[in-house]
């Protein structure tokens, strides 16, 4: 969730300087996850190197896919199940996030998407969009609503409304909870903040009714899929994990009387995607490897890509995915911008400034990649939609985002009052600001790109 170059860039030249070995912790539970190993190439995003036969997490999820396809396939000629397989595309962004959660909120319709995929913050807007036409479950709590939006969107309503309503914050405190002792305290101790109070949010939101919702949509004739990624620090690879599946063990036997423990492994696959060192910790999940498990650290996705698909369906083959339409939502600006300083180009350098500014340069270029990879895929079946945080390719006279105005302030000018109270990446205002300006851009269905191949747009 943490994508701040400037945290990480300072973290990585000031890291030799706290000298402080911390032990791996343990897992919150037997959690077993199923994920599917996930490459990068020079070409982009890649499926594992070819082996003699598909692994059985690829046989299986093969086996769902032709079901998806078979289901559109034979549904009655004018039916919804006729429609082109959709698949929808969520990158990381931090805080950006509650741009693409505005977004969706205010779509007059979001369809039922066949694969739904999450990095980073935007494994956070996965269940919940994933879930977009399904009843909101009763037993989702919601002592968490605050902050500028708590008056505006009403809880309850909508699983898409429920998700704006998480990037609203009436003080960072919602979200982390800082370390002591400012920087190099946090350093010393492994990690800038702690994702304690988005866990507790996490869980009331991801609520048991809530798994048995994903599990229901995972399963026959929907056969939908959620895949969140993540980056295993000790390999150094992605992963993509299965939250269908995980969602599915709800009321099985062996999970019995554990509903408690599987909200907890859902949340931290989350937390994985979204952890950041040092300015989050990282998170050890236990995954399933052969007829094993092994445990090691993961992080943010974002460490490896900003979004991902295509590694999964061109493992299966492209008939699984005939005319499929994909989604992309970028919860940032797809085009690094200049750099500045308080809002100024920079006249003065330092060794740390030109450190912060490289990383944000090679994370931006990571997102590139990939995000060029998924838009190639779409077109090379049905099409694709894409939406960031820009005005590009909008119709003219279209708001800038940073002037898009909310009430009586610019998104900008909000940023500005915001890091009056030194902001480890939460801004508050600006998050509500951003969200709204999501909405808008949703209620008017204006994507910065529209192309399908079919029509030749």
């Excluded at 998700?163 to 920087?183: N, Q």
């Excluded at 939908?224 to 969602?247: H, Q």
């Amino acid at each position: 969730m943490y994508r701040s170059g400037r945290i990480v860039a300072g973290g990585l030249l000031l890291i030799g300087a706290s000298g402080c070995m911390h032990p791996r912790p343990a897992p919150v539970g037997a959690c077993n996850y199923r994920a599917i190993p996930l490459s990068v190439d020079s070409g982009g995003l890649q499926p594992t190197q070819p082996t003699p036969e598909p692994d059985a997490m690829t046989s299986e999820l093969r086996t769902v896919f032709q079901a998806q396809a078979a289901s559109h396939d034979t549904a009655p000629a004018g039916s919804a199940a006729t429609t082109p397989p959709e698949y929808l595309v969520l990158s990381g962004g931090s805080q950006h996030g509650a741009f693409g959660a505005g977004f969706f909120y205010g779509l007059p319709s979001v369809p039922s998407y066949d694969v739904v995929t999450g990095v980073s913050t935007g494994s956070l807007q996965a269940t919940f969009l994933f879930l977009a036409n399904q009843p909101v479950p009763k037993d989702r709590s919601y002592g968490w609503v605050d902050g500028p939006l708590a008056d505006i969107i009403k809880p309850g309503t909508s699983n898409p409304g429920d998700l704006a309503l998480a990037y609203s914050i009436a003080k960072e405190g919602d979200i982390v909870t800082p370390s002591k002792g400012g920087f190099l305290g946090g350093l010393a101790k492994g990690a800038m903040a702690s994702f304690g109070p988005l866990r507790a949010r996490l869980k009331a939101a991801i609520s048991p009714d809530t798994l048995r919702l994903v599990a229901e949509q995972g399963a026959a004739p929907y056969n939908r899929k959620l895949f969140v990624g993540t980056v295993n620090l000790d390999d150094g690879r992605g992963y993509a994990i299965d939250l269908t599946e995980l969602a599915a063990r709800i009321d099985t036997p062996a999970w019995k009387g554990r509903t408690g423990e599987l909200q907890d492994c859902y949340g931290d696959a989350l937390i994985a995607s979204s952890s950041v060192p040092p300015a989050a910790y990282p998170v050890t999940l236990e995954i399933q490897d052969g007829q094993g498990t092994r445990t090691n650290l993961y992080m943010d996705g974002g460490a490896r890509f900003g979004v991902f698909l295509e590694p999964i369906l061109a493992a299966l083959g492209d008939k699984v995915a005939k005319d499929a339409r994909v989604d992309v939502i970028v919860n940032g600006g797809l085009y690094g911008g200049n750099w500045t300083a308080d809002g100024k180009p920079v006249t003065e350098w330092s060794s740390l400034t030109v450190a912060m500014r490289a990383v944000d340069i090679l994370e931006n270029q990571v997102y590139r990649f990939s995000v060029a990879n998924t838009e190639t895929y779409g077109l090379r079946h049905g099409g694709v939609r894409m939406a960031f945080i820009s005005n590009q390719n909008l119709a003219p006279g279209a708001v800038d985002p940073n002037d898009y105005v909310f009430r009586g302030k610019s998104c900008a000018a909000w940023n500005v009052i915001d890091n009056l109270q030194k902001p480890l990446e939460f801004h508050p205002n600006y998050m509500a600001c951003l969200s709204q300006y999501g909405t808008s851009r949703g209620a008017a269905q204006q994507w910065n790109w529209v192309r399908d191949r079919h029509a030749g747009q």
